[in-house]
Structures are given as C-alpha cells and as structure tokens.
C-alpha cells in the first residue's frame, strides 16, 4: 500500500515537471517570436517595409502643357478645271514650284473662239444700227420706241460677247497662288470636266499647325505665345506661333482649338502629320512636383502614400498638369511631406516603413 502512494507521488511531481517545462518553453518562444509564435519585433509587430520616397520641397514650375497637334498646309486646292473640253497643252511638271498667274492648263477653245468672232460681228451690226438710229432719231424720222429697240439689241450682243470672252479666259488654268503642286491626273489629250482633279496646288512655307487644348486651360492660352513642337523621326525642335485661337469651346469634346504658324523654308513640315507640342502655360510659384510613379488611381480620384511617424499614411490628392516624369500637386500635400515612390502598390495604411530619401538621385537613409 505504501509502495503504491510512492509511485503516484513519483508520476506526479513527473507530470508536474513536464508541464512547468513547457510552460516556460513556450514563454521563451513568445519571448523571441511574440504572441501568437509570429516572428517580428517588440510586441509582435511587422517588420517594416523598405521604400524609397522624397520630400516634398516648393519650386518655380513653368507650367507647360503636352498635346498632339496636325500639320496643316497654310494654303490648299484642288486644281479643277470650270469647263469641259479636251486638253490641250499641260504647262507645269508634278511635283514643281508654280508662281501665282502661271497657266497651268489650257484647254481647246476653238468652238468657243468660233462663237467669240460670231458674236463680235453682230455686236459691231448692232452698233452700227444703234448709231443709224440714233441720227434717225434727231431727225424725228423714228419714234422713241424704235430707237430703244436699236439700243437693247446691242447691249445683248455686248453682254453675248462678254459671256464667250469669260468661258474663254476658263480655258487656260492659272495657279491661284505660289506653291508646290502635286502628281497630276490627266494628260494632254484627255477629256477635262469640273469633277476630275487636275493636281493639288499646296504652299507649305509657312506651315499651320492646329491643336486643341482642355476646356480647363482655355483662360491660360493667348496669341503670339511660342510653342515648340516635334515630329516623328526628328529629335529637332521647331517653333511655331499662336496666330489664332477658335472663339468657343468645343461642345463634343469639351476643348478649344488653337491655330499656329511655322517657317518651313526646307519643306521639312509635310502638311497631314503629327507634331508633339509643348504649349507654355502659366508659371506657378512654390510648386510641389511629385513623381508620376507615386500616383495611385483610386474610384474617386487619386492618393499618394506619405511616411508619418515610421508609418504609411494614405492622403488624397488632386493633380494639375503632367509632365513626363513628375505631376503637380494642387491639394493634398505640404512642403516637407515625405512622399513614398517605390513598393506603393504592396502598402497599406499604418504599414511600418523604413524610407531612403532621395536627393538629386542620391539615395539617403531616414
């Protein structure tokens, strides 16, 4: 009976054992990993997150505003003839310099030179029995009446003459201004009617280039402002100026159009391409320009992160006019913030977060 109180006595002080030694095996464990057995620091936190950011500081912003514009030719036709008539005789080369007046088409005026002689004739038979009439007249020999009919009969031969002299001068096809004409679409010998295009008649010395700018801009755009504009597969910069600028915004897309005018003594600018401006705006004192990279779009606008008290901190935003690497801030932020740019897509709010400011490229410790 004895033994058996001894060997429950061993089993528990075994047990009891067994249980303080876990006890204060897992208190150590706590110790190293926090509650819950999760690694992390004092109390159990995360460790903190690794990010690069940058402090805000004010700056001159000489607001510029980036659009897409086309290339227009300062002046364009289509050479049409006004008549019909088989051509005769083509007086320019494709693709040549033409001068103002220069005849570039003539077509057969034969039958017309024919009904010119006609009416010529009976315009001068006219006129001889208007001046017979008229000294018959003086003698009373006619009456008023008849003389009148005399007088109307040669003012219509005179305006029938006219008439074939106007169709006449249509017969030969001028440049209606000094430009570059294009590829031609007719030969001698063939059949010219209004509808068929002889050439385009284009003069790209100036250029126009017309642009369209956001309604919000519309007050920040003026005449003779200087753009500077490029094209593709040309790294050069070119200089156009404002000229003219539409009186009323654009009701469909809510933007104003803008017209400007290029020197092109090269004919570099080819009139139906593209040109990237950049359109000055006005300048803007203390400034603050974040990266575009720190940008989150959200449902009802945009954030950024910003590092408070070793912390990330959401702050909602609004932007004014991009650039190609950095974005205005209008409302949001202050001089001083500390603006995360790197890992913004894997942070959450009050994530702990260890920032590299970087200066001028230069990555420092925070």
């Known amino acids: 009976m004895k033994t058996k109180y001894i060997v429950y006595t061993v089993l528990l002080v075994a047990l009891g054992s067994l249980i303080f030694y876990r006890i204060s095996a897992n208190k150590k464990l706590e110790g190293k990993n926090g509650p819950g057995g999760k690694k992390g620091g004092p109390g159990g936190a995360m460790p903190a997150m690794r990010v690069s950011g940058i402090v805000l500081k004010p700056q001159q912003f000489a607001n510029t505003l980036s659009v897409t514009g086309s290339i227009e030719a300062n002046e364009q036709v289509e050479i049409r003839g006004e008549i019909s008539g088989r051509v005769r005789h083509i007086s320019f080369q494709e693709g040549s310099r033409v001068s103002k007046?220069?005849?570039?088409?003539?077509?057969?005026?034969?039958?017309?030179?024919?009904?010119?002689?006609?009416?010529?004739?009976?315009?001068q038979l006219a006129a001889e029995n208007e001046r017979r009439a008229g000294l018959l007249l003086q003698k009373e020999a006619i009456s008023k009446e008849e003389y009148d009919v005399a007088r109307a009969d040669l003012l219509t031969t005179k305006a029938q003459t006219q008439l074939i002299q106007a169709q006449l001068a249509k017969t030969s096809i001028k440049a209606p201004f000094s430009g570059q004409i294009g590829l031609r679409n007719i030969s001698e010998g063939g059949f010219l009617s209004p509808d068929i295009v002889v050439a385009n008649l284009v003069n790209t010395d100036p250029v126009k280039i017309t642009f369209s700018v956001p309604e919000k801009y519309s007050n920040q755009v003026k005449v003779n402002t200087e753009i500077n504009f490029t094209i593709a597969g040309s790294p050069k910069k070119y200089t156009a100026t404002v000229y003219a600028i539409e009186p009323g915004i654009e009701s469909a897309t809510r933007t104003l159009q803008l017209r400007a005018r290029a020197a092109n003594p090269d004919n570099i600018l080819r009139p139906g391409s593209f040109a990237n401006i950049e359109l000055p705006l006005t300048e803007t004192d203390n400034a603050?320009?974040?990266?575009?990279?720190?940008?989150?779009?959200?449902?009802?606008?945009?954030?950024?992160?910003?590092?408070?008290?070793?912390?990330?901190?959401?702050?909602?935003?609004?932007?004014?006019?991009?650039?190609?690497?950095?974005?205005?801030?209008?409302?949001?932020?202050?001089?001083?913030?500390?603006?995360?740019?790197?890992?913004?897509?894997?942070?959450?709010?009050?994530?702990?977060?260890?920032?590299?400011?970087?200066?001028?490229?230069?990555?420092?410790?925070?």
Do not use: C, H, W
């Not at 007046?101 to 024919?114: F, I, N, P, T």
């Not at 959200?298 to 991009?322: L, P, S, Y």
């Open 288 to 366: 603050l320009l974040v990266p575009s990279e720190a940008i989150i779009p959200i449902q009802n606008g945009k954030k950024v992160f910003v590092a408070e008290n070793g912390k990330a901190k959401e702050v909602k935003v609004e932007t004014g006019t991009r650039t190609e690497k950095d974005v205005l801030i209008t409302s949001g932020l202050s001089a001083g913030d500390t603006v995360l740019t790197t890992g913004i897509m894997a942070l959450k709010a009050n994530a702990p977060v260890k920032v590299k400011i970087v200066a001028d490229g230069t990555p420092q410790k925070k």
């Open 101 to 123: 007046g220069q005849v570039l088409l003539k077509v057969d005026d034969s039958e017309l030179r024919a009904q010119l002689a006609q009416a010529q004739t009976k315009q």
